[in-house]
Structure formats: C-alpha cells, structure tokens
C-alpha cells in the first residue's frame, strides 16, 4: 500500500519533470522522497543502480530521468538518445523488479506514435506505421520502456504503467538554443532579440507543424494522481486535448515577451512530425485534467526565466 510515508524515488529529480513531481508530492504530504543526482548515480551503470536499490530499497520508482532534447539534439545525437535512455530505463526497471518495487511510474513522450498517425492519437495507434525520422531513436527507446511495463504488468501482475505526455515546458525548461525544445528556444530568441533593439528573430522549419504543450505543473499532478490510484491499464496519454501551430505558438510568445521586430523561418531545418494532437480521453476519464491554460503557463515560464537565467549574453542565437 502506498502512503505518505512511502520511500518514493524520483529519479531525474532535478530536471524540469522531476523537480516539479518532487514539489507536488512534497506539497502533497509525502515525506519520505529520494533522488540521486547524475553525478553522484550515473543511471546508465548497471553495478551503480543495482547498488543503490539493494541499498535504499524503494517502495515506488518515477522514472523522470532521460537524455531529453528537442527536434536537432534527437536528429544529431539519434546513437545516445537511443543507448542512454534503454539503458537508464532497463537499468531503473530491471532492478525495481528485482528488489520488489511496488509501483513504477515510465514517463515517456508522444513521439513514441507514428508520423502520420490520425488526429487526435489515441493509445492504441502505438506500433500501427512508421515513426518520424527526427526522433526516431528517442521514440525506440521510449516504446521499449512502455512495453517492458506493459510485460511486467501482464507476466508478474505488478502495478507499473507509463504516462505519455506531449511537449511539455515550464520552470527549469532547457533555454539552451540548440538542444532545447521550441517554446524555451522561441522564450530565449524573442527576449534577447527585445534587448537587441528588437533585431529580426530567425525560427526553425516552416511554421506550419501542430504541437500541443502542457505545463510541466499540470503533469506533476498527473503522475501525483497516477501515484495516488492503481491504473486499469498499462499506458496513457497526458496532454491539454489542444494544439496550435507553431507559427501561432511565434506570435503568441513574442506579444507576451514584448518584441517587435520581424520573425524570419530558416527552411533548411526540419519540421519534424506535423501534428501529435493527443486524445487524453482515457486519462479524464479517470479524473485527471490539465488546468493551466497555454498563455498563462507561458506568462509565468517567461518570469521565471527572467528570474533565473544565467549571464544573458552568453546565450547564442542560432
Ligand atoms: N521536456 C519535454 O518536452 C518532455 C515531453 C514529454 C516527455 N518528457 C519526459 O519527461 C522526462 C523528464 O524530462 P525533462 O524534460 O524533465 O528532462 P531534463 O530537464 O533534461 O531532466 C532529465 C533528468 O534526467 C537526469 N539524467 C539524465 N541522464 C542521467 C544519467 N545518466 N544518470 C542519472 N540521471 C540522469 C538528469 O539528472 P542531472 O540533472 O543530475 O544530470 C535530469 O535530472 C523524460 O523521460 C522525458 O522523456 C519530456
Ligand atoms: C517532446 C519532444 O519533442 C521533440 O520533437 P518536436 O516536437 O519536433 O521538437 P521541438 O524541438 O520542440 O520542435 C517543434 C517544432 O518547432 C520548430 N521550431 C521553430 N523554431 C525552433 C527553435 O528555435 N528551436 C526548436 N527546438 N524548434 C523550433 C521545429 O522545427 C519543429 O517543427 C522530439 O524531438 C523529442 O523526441 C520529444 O519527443
């Protein structure tokens, strides 16, 4: 039974996910919370992770922690996105099994459905065509996450799932230009272009693909309400149930930053998949629902990052 004295590890819980899961569950009561930062437990050593469960002995693992990056950091790095995340995941899993962890939340991303799949995507369309080339390796690694919960669930009757949120953003995002995910990338690009006498802003791709994002809060009570309630199946999406395009995402950012010059596209990047539109109808209909509406989560993300962004003119534009 899990209760508010259960030994709960967050692994990745400095990252963006994992430190806003690790304030819901804090908010929420939970006492007994551990992590384990990169340096001190490299969750890609096996020895290392098996130690440290035979050692701590969690009761309920949430594996937040992953070699995360937007469209060019998949696209240039497909070799460590795919080694490093099985390995953290198989390692996280492996030994959660083997020292009888009660619970295992997987946090995937819906990248992991096909490039064409149709809109909005539902559950069931995972594995059914191809994926998209960008994020290929990340979306491999990711479904082998999502299936060996799905086998222990099945083989050993355990209550391990995997939660699929969208493009997510919020306090401790990335803001890094060239391994960060559009929303930061665009919040950076339009802020330092504002100080730079509102020189022109140069974007990625053509403007025209759909993405949906929820705020990271909204998904720390997700996995907060996945915690708290045993889960009739193994996988689900988590998402808002909207999308707007990524031109629309530009000029949305760039009213709320306050910059005033001219938007440029540079078509020799990629695109990526179209449109991921999730159908979270399986999810609310347990309860859960996100609640942060999109401009209002992107108003509170631009002050945090005003708040506590490093040195601003190192920050490079690309
Ligand atoms: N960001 C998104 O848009 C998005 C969308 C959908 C799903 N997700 C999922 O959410 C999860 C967390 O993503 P995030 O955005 O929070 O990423 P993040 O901010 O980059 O955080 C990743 C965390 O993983 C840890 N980590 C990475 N490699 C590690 C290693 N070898 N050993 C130990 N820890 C390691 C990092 O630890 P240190 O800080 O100690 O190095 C960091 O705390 C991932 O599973 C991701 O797939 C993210
Ligand atoms: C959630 C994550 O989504 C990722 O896909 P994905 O949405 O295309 O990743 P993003 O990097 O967020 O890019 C989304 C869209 O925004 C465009 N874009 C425009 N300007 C920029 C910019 O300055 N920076 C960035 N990064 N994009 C930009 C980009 O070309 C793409 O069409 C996957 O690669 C991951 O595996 C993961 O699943």
């Not at 994992?18 to 908010?27: E, I, P, T």
């Not at 979306?139 to 799932?161: M, N, P």
């Not at 199946?233 to 990524?246: R, V």
């Not at 440029?264 to 990047?269: A, E, T, V």
């Amino acid at each position: 039974m899990i209760s508010k004295d259960s030994k709960i590890f967050i692994a990745g819980h400095r990252g963006m996910v994992g430190s806003a899961v690790w304030n819901a569950l804090v908010d929420n009561g939970y006492k007994n919370l551990l992590g384990a930062n990169s340096k001190d437990l490299d969750l890609r050593n096996q020895l290392e992770v098996e130690y440290f469960f035979a050692r701590e002995k969690p009761q309920v693992v949430i594996d937040a922690a992953a070699r995360v990056g937007g469209i060019m950091a998949n696209k240039t790095y497909p070799y460590q996105f795919l080694m490093d995340n099985m390995r953290i995941q198989n390692n996280l899993i492996e030994s959660s099994l083997g020292h009888e962890c009660e619970k295992f939340i997987f946090l995937g991303s819906s990248c992991i459905y096909p490039k064409f799949s149709p809109q909005p995507i539902k559950e069931e369309y995972l594995l059914t065509s191809e994926l998209e080339s960008t994020n290929e390796a990340y979306a491999l690694a990711k479904i082998a996450g999502v299936k060996a919960c799905e086998y222990i669930r099945t083989q050993f009757g355990k209550d391990y799932s995997s939660l699929m949120p969208t493009n997510l953003y919020g306090p401790r995002d990335n803001f890094d230009l060239e391994t960060s995910h559009v929303l930061p990338a665009m919040i950076t690009k339009f802020h330092q272009a504002k100080l730079n006498n509102h020189e022109p802003v140069l974007l990625w791709g053509s403007g025209s693909p759909k993405r949906e994002f929820l705020h990271v809060n909204d998904l720390a009570k997700a996995v907060l309400f996945s915690l708290e309630n045993k889960l009739p199946e193994n996988l689900y999406n988590i998402g808002t149930g909207e999308d707007i395009s990524i031109f629309e995402l530009a000029n949305m950012i760039q009213e709320i930053v306050g910059h005033e010059g001219e938007i440029k596209w540079d078509s020799d990047k990629p695109d990526g998949t179209p449109r991921k539109l999730l159908d979270v109808s399986k999810m609310s209909d347990l309860g859960w629902r996100a609640q942060i509406k999109l401009e209002e989560g992107i108003r509170s993300t631009y002050e945090w990052y005003l708040e506590n962004s490093y040195d601003l003119k190192k920050v490079k534009i690309s």
